[in-house]
Antibody, heavy 125, light 107 residues
Framework: QVHLQESGPGLVRPSGTLSLTCAVS?????????WNWVRQSPEKGLEWIAG???????SYNPSLKSRVTISVDKAKNQFSLILTSVTAADTAVYYC??????????????????WGQGTLVTVSS | EIVLTQSPGTLSLSPGERVSLSCRAS???????LGWFQQKPGQPPRLLIY???HRATGTPDRFSGSGSGTEFTLTISRLEPEDSAVYYC?????????FGPGTKLEI
């Protein structure tokens, strides 16, 4: 059974850089999945931030794309998120989540099927 | 960006009752790439339904999904106390993927 664990600072100063890592165990970062970051705040609810494939192909939420970088380290079986120029609006619980392909018989598509427990990141001076 | 709205915002029901939760999309989800998630306090969301009506592994059969176009519904046929949670719909037809604001269900 796959296990995802987020790690990183819980407090980031305004205008600083948020950096998080998701360690994956019980599964290898391979071609069957995509790997994502999702955040949740009372103000914005659940918000998909970015995703990455095992080969490094990336996809970003346009609303955050200018400030976000997602990367993967297959040797360490982990992937990471960098968010620059943070403000109080970036305060949220940050989740890493695995995408798996689900088939309906006539079609297949990715859905988030495994999540980390989440880590609260507060942006404050 | 496709915006999802959910209704009602909150509801309180009794065990054994039947409930239908609504999710409305601002644009037609042509490929029916819609899922439902359940989130309990202190936990991450859990996938219940994918592709509008297909139950994920471990989802009890009292949960069912339906709909098409811009109108989708999650129905719980016989509520149990452990169904207390917030329920979110998610679309993946358009990019970026977007979630609805959630419906809080109290049993």
């Amino acid at each position: 059974q796959v296990h995802l664990q987020e790690s990183g600072p819980g407090l980031v100063r305004p205008s600083g850089t948020l950096s998080l890592t998701c360690a994956v165990s019980g599964d290898s970062i391979g071609p069957d999945h995509w790997w994502n970051w999702v955040r949740q705040s009372p103000e914005k609810g659940l918000e998909w931030i970015a995703g990455i494939s095992h080969s490094g192909t990336t996809s970003y939420n346009p609303s955050l794309k200018s400030r976000v970088t997602i990367s993967v380290d297959k040797a360490k079986n982990q992937f990471s998120l960098i968010l620059t120029s943070v403000t109080a609006a970036d305060t949220a619980v940050y989740y890493c989540a695995r995408d798996s392909l689900f088939s309906t018989g006539s079609d297949s598509h990715f859905y988030f099927d495994s999540w980390g427990q989440g880590t609260l990141v507060t942006v404050s001076s | 960006e496709i915006v999802l709205t959910q209704s009602p915002g909150t509801l309180s029901l009794s065990p054994g009752e039947r409930v239908s939760l609504s999710c409305r999309a601002s644009q037609t989800l042509v490929n029916n790439y819609l899922g439902w998630f359940q989130q309990k306090p202190g936990q991450p969301p859990r996938l219940l339904i994918y592709g509008v009506s297909h139950r994920a592994t471990g989802t009890p059969d009292r949960f069912s999904g339906s709909g098409s176009g811009t109108e989708f519904t999650l129905t719980i046929s016989r509520l149990e106390p452990e169904d207390s949670a917030v329920y979110y719909c998610l679309q993946h037809t358009g990019s970026p993927r977007t979630f609805g604001p959630g419906t809080k269900l109290e049993i």
